[in-house]
């Protein structure tokens, strides 16, 4: 089986015949809010939101299953019907034959060419799609090139066909038919328009606001000849999406001005016969478009819209300007001994910026949610925000501290506007335990890259709802909640060390609703997570030697602070004592806290929670394999000290420097022994508990090996890779990323296109690709472990630790990036056995030799550090 192959170094790549594999999908999207997903037949859907979509809504197995997709019909003079798409029926059955059509896929950063070799005759199609950016224009192009190869003339008659499904996902299953019937179509001089009555829910019905329009027109600009608007005449009776009778007959045909009312809506352009001599071409432009009615009154007003790319002239320039912007916004980009993984690098470090666009729906396996981040989303994409593009990035993380309620808890949705959060996407009452821990993971390295000590004086508001006491109980009715505000400093402490008190049975901090494995969801009494009571130890000490930090700079020796933080100082606090004390809000009332007391307070916390899981939690398996137990069900019992692994149990414990080196190595000795799977792509997330753990998680009802039961879970095996860089395991640490690469970028095993996906299947595929944390924390990992780019306040650590094969024949190795808004093109030489930093220099001028920082104002465009 043939794979991708990366054509330049901007991480555009070809592959032959994608058609063959099940499951593919890639993202067309852009900030405008228009999110799509195109196969290689243009299947995939298109939307604005979970209650504007164009298409038809799909899941991953719609992919196969739905014939009602985007399509560009030729119908030749000999009557044979052929879709430049290759979704015809007649091309369908060739598939898996000698006479199925040659294909070519070739993918850029948020563009899609399908180039197409109809087998049988000689003619040749590419169609190429994106939603442009720079625009509030909320649509997708498409151009659709036909050439005659041959040496005969060829004639046939052309047909762009879209269903226009023009509303809420919702209605799939709800009221399908009957929405239909709100459906009112007008033609234009160019498409059809769409546009319902009302937006149907029986919880109260609304009038409709937006539009849908199907235009096109040929590439001169020329205009379709008649169209079809109702979807039932498209297909004719007995026809279907892929053998429909509208392209071969014309018939039903309407005109400009002619409306249908209350079918399926159906968006047919059908063009004049055209005739191709040998190795001449004529090309089509598509534009679909979603529109508020406020920006535009009628169809006519939408046709002005799309009419501004109706012709190969403004489309080319439009595609021109998407491949700049793209290369521009994703610029990151590293150097190594290794063509094929930069550009891989390439395509992750895009993908923290697809879920900005995309949230962490609307890709056909993210066929959950209605849209939006959740908290943890929120600040672990902050993290490649961060090191890509930092110009916005202070004021982003100032209003995400306003989801933080004053009892430590916090909304888990974030809402459509910036500092806008929702309690919960299902309006259930609960909380992650985690949540608390990415704030401060997020702000680290914010401030170590920038210096901005000053951003922890800033103020932010708290979150206020009738969720009070940590998720056990509800605020009355009658009750009134002050608005409440606080510094940051104020927000990351209350986060912090409430969760020090939310202890269990154990010693270690309740499950509760769940921790970053979602699935872990059913011990919410007597769960208790050690994994992630280690990572708070971690926080605490980072937070500690950031304050101690802030003193130095500012000169303060106290900060002012909530009177009722006081509660959480020490380890005595009656954690519900001081809910209720705030479950209506903060008081106003100040107190000036020493910064050293404040610091030795969490040093103090974490060494607590280090001895405590030193000394309960290490153990020896009947294999005679040591680790850590992470966890305990919902019965008070240790989930691993019966011979099981979770992987989360070691990251957490490795990163916060619980472990030690002895038991570092330990550790990855059980890893490699219980977890790894070199088929798989690497470490799986746990061991076969073969139990479904009703007293756990819903993800022991899992199949093992599928999402979190034992899965290649690619975002925790890279936070393990991180652990392990973090502690100097250079070469075991490339080994997580590394085989992560290696399997992802295999196609034969991956079946995905570049880039790092949720998880890999018991069969080595990767699925839930592109909406995932992994990236960011892959590339986390990659800029600040292996090429050893570390903030220090401002200026920059070179800590790499590349392995000889990761340097290229010259012995040379690099990354251009922003740091701090500044362009920098960093090349390490190599020059000896060493693996110290010899000299650095900037701008062709030597700064330092020996040392390893590089101060802020010495920051230059062109580095060059020496090894050896």
């Given at each position: 089986m043939a794979g991708f192959e990366f054509i330049d170094n901007n991480g555009t790549f070809?592959?032959?015949?994608?058609?063959l594999q099940s499951y593919l999908y890639f993202p067309i999207g852009s900030t405008s809010g228009m999110m799509g997903s195109v196969t290689p037949d243009l299947g995939g859907d298109l939307k604005t939101s979970q209650n504007t979509f164009f298409l038809e809504p799909v899941s991953s197995d719609n992919l196969h299953n739905n014939r009602s997709t985007r399509n560009f019909w030729i119908a030749t003079d000999d009557g044979r019907l052929y879709s430049a798409t290759g979704a015809s029926a007649l091309q369908n059955s060739r598939k898996f034959t000698e006479e199925k059509d040659d294909l070519t896929i070739t993918c850029g950063l948020l563009w899609h060419s399908a180039e197409r070799l109809i087998n049988g005759t000689s003619i040749k199609t590419n169609v190429t799609s994106f939603v442009p950016v720079n625009t509030d224009d909320q649509v997708e192009l498409t151009k659709i090139t036909i050439t005659n190869t041959g040496s005969s003339d060829i004639t046939f008659t052309p047909t762009a066909a879209v269903p226009v499904y023009g509303r809420s996902a919702d209605n799939i299953r709800d009221h399908r038919n009957v929405t239909s019937m709100l459906n009112r179509m007008t033609v234009t001089e160019y498409g059809v328009v769409n546009d319902p009555t009302l937006t149907f829910d029986e919880r109260g019905h609304k009038l409709n606001t937006m539009l849908y329009g199907f235009f096109a027109a040929d590439g001169k600009g020329g205009k379709p000849v008649s169209f079809c608007p109702v979807a039932e005449d498209f297909i004719g009776e007995g026809g279907a999406f892929d053998n429909p009778r509208f392209p071969v007959t014309g018939t039903p045909s309407s005109r400009s001005g002619d409306k249908a009312n209350g079918f399926e809506a159906m968006g047919a352009a059908r063009f004049e016969k055209a005739m191709l001599k040998g190795g001449e071409s004529i090309s089509f432009v598509v534009?679909?478009?979603?529109?508020?009615?406020?920006?535009?009154?009628?169809?006519?007003?939408?046709e002005s819209l799309a009419s501004k790319y109706l012709n190969t002239e403004s489309f080319d320039k439009a595609l021109d300007d998407n491949r700049k912007y793209w290369i521009k916004k994703n610029n990151i980009r590293f150097r190594s001994g290794d063509k094929d993984f930069d550009n891989?690098?390439?395509?992750?470090?895009?993908?923290?910026?697809?879920?900005?666009?995309?949230?962490?729906?609307?890709?056909?396996?993210?066929?959950?949610?209605?849209?939006?981040?959740?908290?943890?989303?929120?600040?672990?994409?902050?993290?490649a925000l961060i090191i890509m593009d930092p110009s916005d990035v202070r004021q982003m993380l100032i209003d995400n501290f306003g989801g933080v309620r004053t009892d430590g808890t916090n909304a888990t949705i974030i809402g459509s506007g910036r500092g806008e959060f929702i309690a919960d996407r299902n309006g259930i009452t609960r909380v992650w335990m985690d949540h608390a821990m990415w704030p401060f993971m997020t702000m680290d390295l914010y401030i170590r890259q920038t210096g901005d000590l000053g951003i922890l004086d800033e103020t932010a508001p708290?979150?206020?709802?009738r969720q009070i006491k940590r998720g056990e109980a509800l605020l009355d009715a009658d009750s009134s909640i002050a608005a409440s505000s606080g510094s940051v400093i104020e927000h990351l402490l209350l986060q912090n060390l409430a969760a020090f008190f939310d202890i269990g049975e154990h010693g270690s901090m309740r499950l509760r609703g769940a921790d970053w494995n979602d699935a872990l969801d059913m011990a919410s009494h007597r769960g208790e997570s050690v994994a992630f009571t280690a990572a708070y130890a971690g926080n605490y000490r980072k937070l500690a030697a950031i304050l101690r930090k802030y003193g130095a700079k500012t000169g303060k020796t106290s900060v002012s602070l909530a009177s009722e933080l006081e509660m959480l100082l020490g380890t005595g606090c009656d954690l519900m004592a001081y809910c209720d004390k705030v479950k209506t809000g903060l008081s106003g009332d100040k107190k000036d806290y020493p910064v050293e007391d404040l610091a030795k307070d969490l040093e103090n916390k974490a060494e607590a929670i280090a001895k405590h899981i030193e000394e309960n939690e290490w153990f020896t398996d009947s294999e005679g394999y040591s680790r850590f137990n992470g966890y305990y069900d919902d019965n008070g019992r240790p989930l691993e000290k019966g011979g099981q692994m979770m992987l989360t149990s070691e990251v957490f414990t490795v990163m916060s420097g619980i472990a030690t080196d002895d038991q570092v190595a330990d550790i990855i000795k059980s890893a490699d022994h219980y977890l790894y799977s070199a088929e798989l792509g690497g470490y799986r997330l746990n061991t076969n508990f073969n139990e479904i753990k009703t007293d756990m998680g819903r993800m022991f009802g899992f199949s093992y090996g599928q999402k979190e039961n034992g899965a290649v879970f690619s975002h925790m095996a890279v936070m393990f890779g991180n652990a392990l860089y973090s502690r100097g395991y250079s070469e075991a640490g490339w080994k997580v990323i590394g085989s992560l690469y290696r399997h992802a970028n295999d196609f034969s095993s991956s079946r995905i296109y570049p880039g790092v996906p949720e998880y890999f299947d018991p069969r080595g595929r990767g699925v839930y690709h592109y909406l995932t944390g992994a990236a960011s924390w892959l590339m986390l990992t990659v800029l600040t472990e292996i090429f050893g780019v570390k903030g220090e306040f401002g200026s920059i650590r070179f800590e790499p630790q590349l392995l000889p094969e990761q340097f290229d024949s010259e012995g040379k190795a690099g990354v251009d990036f922003e740091f701090n808004g500044k362009p920098v093109s960093l090349t390490y030489r190599k020059s000896g056995e060493g693996s110290g930093i010899k000299s650095i220099t900037v701008d062709g001028v030597l700064v330092s030799e020996g040392t390893k920082i590089l101060p802020e104002e010495k920051i230059g465009q062109q580095i060059e550090v020496v090894i050896g």
């Open positions: 070809k592959i032959k015949d994608p058609d534009v679909l478009a979603i529109a508020s009615k406020e920006s535009y009154k009628d169809p006519s007003s939408l891989w690098m390439y395509w992750v470090a895009v993908q923290p910026i697809l879920r900005r666009i995309y949230g962490c729906s609307f890709l056909p396996h993210h066929d959950y949610g209605k849209g939006g981040r959740g908290w943890r989303d929120l600040w672990q994409d902050c993290l708290y979150f206020t709802d």
